[in-house]
């Protein structure tokens, strides 16, 4: 009986496993044709532009995505011109003003509230993976430095 | 070396004969020594380099009086309603102005009044500037122009150029904003839009607007021509009357044929807002001190900050009174001129890589943006 039981989960496990697998594209395992690096590579800058919007106060973005950024005419980009005094790359690290161990999407959402007056976003949302691209894209060739103050 | 340095080289040796140096003010004083000395102990003070907190300077005033006036720039004033942190800043900026005992002889302001240009935006920044009651005058800069294209700001505050004698000091204000290249005509932009990208410091639209332009170069050969070449002239701009960082437009474009024109003069001193930050150069016999904003602090630039500038601290993000102020100058009767930040809290400059604005951000490399590339130009400030 117990025997049996094992046995069903076991195949349970496999036909599931057996669905994942089919369900999700796999990688490397072709040569990889010019046309597909493009298109990774479009995935990527559209939210690098999506990023660049939100950065620079752009409207129509913050409404499509459902943030406000800012309550106070304030962009990310007015004290960060280019991304720059962010540095992305020193992330994790311990931040000063928020008193932890942070992240970058952490600090992302401490500006919002604190510098900019605005309404944090959930850090796994599209909008703060559209920051975090911005910023990293903008910041690309920096050393990696985590931990540095 | 790249090319900016390179063409920086040039320039220099260009203008600055051999052995040159921008007249004999900036010997370090008894005072900046004093100062240094309590700060960094003596044997640091070598290494300051002459950029003390207190910058003192040689206007060469002779028998003249000693008298003061006050620098308040950049801001960015939103409506009342919007955004109330800028407003106070303005606010304290001006009640300390007026409550300088003896009291400054003027008050320049040096644009970027308004933040999108707004009459509202202008009027709510003359409201408050009406705490000075002493002198005031004026020069715009390119967030007070480009909505109505400088109707407002010069009914409320006159001619954007002009020129005075002081004390022995010839005052000169220079219009370094009004003279765009047309980016928004073609493009049927709205003047909203034109001012959006205007205000946009890292975008890429409004291009090279930042200039001095040939009649008003004129107007300035002809304002000096007939004041002797070694007296004191201050000019006043609201951009650096250099090449610091053209992509964020911290220069006026004509820089070179600017300094053509001040090259006769001994003892110019620029002084400029736009760039929110401690700056300290010379080119040629002109020195150039930047200004704090009132609103807030912009980082130094990725490259080109002069290696005379004695960097601003770190700011600390979380206080809005924090890396902004105004400029206290004190010209004595001994014959000298002092230049006093007047950042709200107790240390200026960064003295430590880790506490220094321009240490800190030795690694970043840094790139233009994309977004602002693709017609109709999404991304400018609203």
Redesign the interface.
């Known amino acids: 009986m117990t025997i049996t039981r094992y046995a069903l989960i076991a195949a349970g496990a496999s036909l599931g496993l057996l669905v994942l697998m089919t369900s999700r594209a796999l990688a490397h395992k072709e040569k990889h044709t010019p046309e597909q690096l493009k298109a990774f590579e479009e995935v990527f800058?559209e939210q690098?532009?999506i990023g660049?919007?939100l950065f620079?106060?752009?409207?129509?973005?913050q409404k499509n995505l459902g943030v406000q950024l800012s309550r106070?005419?304030?962009?990310c980009?007015?004290?960060?011109?280019?991304?720059?005094?962010i540095?992305p790359?020193?992330f994790p690290k311990f931040q000063e003003?928020i008193g932890k161990f942070a992240t970058l999407r952490d600090m992302i959402n401490w500006?919002i509230e604190?510098?900019s007056e605005g309404v944090t976003i959930d850090s796994d949302s599209d909008a703060m993976k559209a920051l975090e691209a911005y910023m990293y894209?903008?910041?690309?060739?920096?050393?990696l430095?985590p931990g540095?103050? | 070396m790249d090319e900016m340095e390179r063409e920086r080289r040039e320039m220099d040796k260009e203008l600055r004969s051999a052995g040159d140096r921008p007249d004999r003010s900036l010997r370090i004083t008894r005072r900046t020594f004093l100062h240094k000395s309590v700060l960094a102990g003596a044997a640091g003070a070598a290494t300051y380099g002459w950029f003390p907190l207190i910058n003192t300077l040689d206007f060469a005033l002779g028998a003249q009086p000693a008298f003061k006036f006050a620098w308040i720039s950049d801001n960015h004033l939103y409506p009342k309603d919007v955004n109330t942190r800028f407003v106070d800043k303005a606010t304290r900026a001006a009640k300390e102005v007026q409550a300088m005992n003896p009291p400054a002889d003027f008050l320049i302001h040096g644009g970027d009044l308004a933040q999108l240009g707004d009459p509202v935006e202008l009027d709510l920044g003359n409201e408050i500037l009406k705490e000075v009651k002493i002198r005031k005058v004026f020069i715009p800069g390119e967030h007070d122009w480009y909505l109505d294209l400088g109707k407002k700001w010069t009914r409320l505050f006159g001619q954007p150029n002009w020129t005075f004698d002081h004390k022995g000091v010839r005052f000169v204000g220079l219009d370094t904003v009004s003279r765009a290249p047309d980016y928004w005509t073609v493009k049927k932009m709205t003047h909203k839009e034109r001012m959006g990208h205007m205000a946009t410091l890292d975008g890429s639209v409004a291009g090279p607007w930042a200039g001095v332009g040939r009649d008003q170069l004129e107007w300035l050969n002809r304002t000096l021509s007939n004041w002797p070449k070694d007296r004191p002239v201050v000019v006043f701009s609201h951009n650096p009357l250099y090449e610091y960082y053209p992509p964020w437009n911290f220069w006026v474009r004509d820089w070179r044929e600017v300094q053509e024109v001040l090259r006769p003069y001994t003892n110019v001193t620029n002084i400029h807002g736009h760039v929110h930050q401690v700056l300290y150069n010379e080119i040629g016999k002109m020195r150039s001190i930047g200004m704090l904003a009132t609103s807030w602090p912009w980082p130094y630039a990725p490259e080109g900050v002069p290696a005379l500038t004695k960097c601003m601290v770190r700011v600390d993000p979380g206080d809005p009174f924090d890396g902004v102020g105004w400029s206290r100058l004190t010209l004595t009767a001994a014959e000298k001129a002092e230049n006093e930040y007047v950042m709200w809290r107790k240390d200026v400059l960064g003295e430590t890589p880790w506490d220094s604005g321009c240490a800190d951000n030795v690694n970043q490399i840094l790139h233009p943006r994309i977004a602002d590339r693709e017609w109709p130009y999404p991304g400018a400030s609203k």
């Open positions: 800058m690098v532009k660049d919007l620079h106060g752009d409207e129509a973005t106070t005419g304030m962009a980009a007015m004290c960060h011109p280019f991304a720059s005094d540095h790359h020193e003003q500006c604190k510098a894209w903008s910041n690309r060739g920096s050393k430095d540095r103050h």
